[in-house]
């Protein structure tokens, strides 16, 4: 209970009055600044203070003035690591169990973190500090990205009082799609002006501090910087791979064995770890053509370019605590939110988006783009052998609840409570961890209530005193894991793990195990002696396999983990937002870009009218674009001759009129007439009801990569990349542009829906 204060006494006059300040929150005494800095998709053996013949040298010095934890863990994907690290309770059990593009109508998988588990900022706010966010969200739902919200899942209605970022999963580094605070931005500059994401990131994040620590510097911050890099599209300028030319050429193998005696000469790993076998699924290096071993190196080059481009500007922000005499007496943090990704598939794509249906490109296709890589042509990544690399020595990769998916590098700087700088920490840690140890760091309390909402009990456990202590004790004994069907369970240094193997990215084509959870075999390893999960012991220690599996089942029941996630059944049952979709949406010039979830729904065909007025002249422009060349569609004015363009996975598709629009008010339109037994999706071109071309759509999926992630619908301009070579944005509409309508179903009528009908849907959809 609050102490009650006395009566505060007050008269006519103020001279005789009792005054009485305005109490401000306050937290602990010498409570730190905290600078946490997450990285996206980075293995266990990605930074240089890991063994990784990448050069990362300002992480590095972090970690040599500070400490690496060994067996730092985290949830296997990006949603649910940062729920999990930002609340300190189970990523289930705050209902991210798998990422934002997969919230479902299931307590676990809603993707709404719930009022019950207030995040780290709202805390750290409450009790005293500036909090601000910067870079990569993931923690809103795709149907609450759009101008109208709602909000309270957006960065400032989840305890940060400024933000500058995407929301999405990922953005193009080259012209990402960006929100600062409640309103989406368009990027300070172009490609073309040297425009790249993480430098604009960094910048930001120097900014909010300075300008924070000139107004007070008495008053402590928590800023989390959370980059693009090195999640997909790896994108970087030539110059910063063009050390690494050639670096990759002896393969995955050899450099992995690289790895690996870095690891054990840094200690980093245990002296007498196992370095795992590669498996069938990852081809031999040897065994590939020489275009594929050239093309896949070059995949590797890029992506190493990008994350040493990285760490350069982080290098920048470290500078600047220096410069500004705080380093000392802030807490900065470095870390992945799962293991390296190999959602590049077995060969790599340019089109990542591809990769998400399995789609990938033959070998000479890719090589005849060898030259895009990195640059805003391509949206690369590379091969699942490199992830397997990434991880070494641990098994598999992200999305996976075996250690490659669940341990990640974790670097961590206090020079004012770390007393043997460089050392390596080998508790078992967890994302979950960080909330409460960051908490009482700051010497701030959990409160029972926030906002008149009982919280929900942490599940994480402080690990402060291993900062101090080398040999302090295991702060819990258990943790359970599970993301997309794969299980596993950790108990007072042993794990059980499943061998299930997701539904996903054409990995059941290669992946050994099993593809039903009710077949899933239980393996068993002694963590304690047995660092990278190499020696099975399931058949030697049944009963212990048997004791674990129920307490994994105990434990998902008490976190919201049933039923468990199996794609494509699962997406069945997606949540579908505050209002659905509208059948038919007009839409005007100006204003914020429309997000994909919030529009009519164009997959099965659908009908555009752009109301324009061309002047005596011809008339060029965009009438209205969504996405870009990775995927997207539009139509345009091409020296006054209407133009619809279909950026597809693997082809782009183009139809245009041979005459331009004569002078005057004219209604040009765009029809996608789904495919049937008579043949393909077809296109139409018409102006005033007239077709004037068509053409054939060759594929189904050219929207996959749109969410708040690339550029939703803008009208009478675009912004951001093209969708093809014709032109370069904004390439705004030099007519008059009154309106554009936009109907579900190609060839239907544009009567709107009744309220009947909405309500239906509504029910229907939820």
Aim: a negative charge; proline letters at 8%; aromatic letters at 10%.
């Amino acid at each position: 209970m609050p102490a009650i204060s006395p009566p505060q006494h007050v008269v006519d006059q103020a001279l005789a009055s009792q005054s009485r300040p305005v109490p401000y929150p306050r937290p602990g005494a010498d409570a730190p600044n905290v600078l946490m800095v997450v990285l996206d998709d980075v293995g266990f053996a990605q930074l240089g203070c890991f063994g990784s013949g990448i050069a990362t040298p300002r992480i590095d010095e972090v970690a040599e003035q500070g400490l690496r934890y060994q067996r730092f863990h985290v949830t296997a994907v990006c949603s649910s690591t940062r729920a999990a690290f930002l609340t300190g309770r189970n990523h289930h059990a705050v209902g991210m169990g798998v990422t934002e593009e997969a919230a479902m109508g299931f307590p676990g998988y809603t993707g709404r973190i719930p009022r019950s588990a207030a995040t780290m900022a709202r805390l750290l706010r409450d009790s005293g500090y500036n909090t601000m966010a910067v870079g990569k969200w993931h923690l809103t739902p795709r149907t609450e990205t759009s101008a109208a919200g709602p909000f309270d899942r957006w960065p400032l209605g989840q305890g940060f009082e400024k933000y500058y970022g995407f929301l999405g999963a990922e953005t193009s580094q080259w012209a990402p799609e960006l929100v600062r605070d409640n309103h989406h931005v368009e990027p300070p500059a172009t490609p073309e002006e040297g425009y790249h994401l993480t430098e604009d990131l960094v910048d930001e994040t120097i900014r909010m501090i300075q300008d924070q620590q000139q107004a007070t510097t008495r008053k402590p911050f928590f800023c989390y910087l959370a980059t693009g890099a090195a999640h997909a599209p790896h994108q970087v300028d030539p110059e910063w791979v063009e050390p690494y030319r050639g670096a990759f050429d002896h393969g995955w193998e050899a450099y992995r064995e690289e790895v690996f005696a870095r690891q054990v000469a840094a200690g980093v790993i245990p002296a007498d770890t196992v370095l795992t076998d590669r498996p069938s699924w990852v081809p031999e290096w040897s065994s590939l053509t020489a275009d594929e071993q050239r093309l896949y190196a070059r995949y590797m080059e890029v992506f190493a370019g990008f994350l040493t481009h990285t760490d350069h500007h982080l290098g920048r922000l470290f500078d600047f605590l220096e410069e500004i005499g705080i380093a000392d007496d802030t807490i900065v943090m470095v870390m992945s939110d799962n293991g390296a990704s190999a959602e590049g598939g077995p060969s790599g794509t340019p089109n990542e988006a591809a990769g998400w249906l399995g789609l990938q490109p033959d070998a000479a296709t890719a090589m005849d783009r060898i030259e895009d890589l990195g640059g805003p042509n391509a949206s690369n990544h590379y091969p699942w052998g490199w992830a397997w690399a990434g991880n070494t020595p641990l098994r598999l990769w992200k999305r996976y609840s075996w250690l490659g998916g669940v341990r990640a590098p974790f670097v961590l700087r206090w020079p004012s409570r770390v007393p043997d700088p460089g050392a390596v920490r080998g508790q078992f840690t967890h994302a979950v961890d960080l909330f409460p140890t960051l908490l009482e760091a700051a010497g701030v309390d959990l409160p029972e209530a926030v906002d008149g909402v009982t919280q929900q009990p942490v599940d994480g456990a402080s690990f402060l005193a291993s900062l101090t202590d080398a040999g302090a004790a295991e702060h819990r004994p258990m943790q359970y894991f599970e993301m997309m069907g794969s299980r596993s369970l950790y108990l007072d240094g042993w794990k059980a793990v499943t061998d299930h193997v997701a539904n996903q990215f054409g990995e059941r084509d290669h992946v050994t195990g099993s593809f039903d959870h009710a077949t899933d075999r239980w393996s068993l390893y002694d963590l304690r002696s047995d660092f990278s999960e190499s020696t099975d012991l399931a058949d030697a220690h049944p009963d212990l396999v048997r004791r674990m599996e129920g307490l994994w089942w105990a434990e998902a029941g008490r976190n919201q983990v049933l039923p468990l996630f199996e794609f494509p059944g699962s997406m069945f049952h997606l949540h579908p937002g505050e209002f659905p979709p509208p059948q038919e949406a007009t839409y005007r010039p100006g204003g914020a870009p429309v997000v994909e979830p919030m529009l009519p729904a164009t997959g099965g065909g659908f009908s555009l009218r752009a109301h324009v007025e061309v002047p005596d002249e011809h008339a060029s422009g965009i009438l209205a674009a969504i996405g870009d060349h990775q995927g997207g569609w539009g139509v345009y004015l091409l020296d006054g001759r209407p133009t619809a363009c279909f950026a597809l996975l693997d082809a782009t598709d183009r139809v245009q009129a041979s005459e331009p629009v004569p002078a005057g008010a004219h209604v040009v339109g765009l029809d996608l007439r789904p495919a049937g037994a008579d043949g393909p999706q077809r296109l139409e071109l018409s102006v005033d009801d007239r077709v004037v071309a068509s053409g054939e759509v060759r594929g189904t999926s050219f929207l996959p990569q749109l969410s708040s992630a690339a550029v939703g619908l803008t009208v009478g301009r675009d912004r951001g990349l093209p969708l093809c070579g014709d032109y370069r944005p904004p390439f705004a509409f030099t007519g008059r542009l009154e309106k554009v309508v936009l109907r579900s179903g190609a060839g239907a009528t544009f009567s709107v829906p009744d309220t009947e009908d909405r309500v239906r849907a509504a029910v229907a959809g939820d």
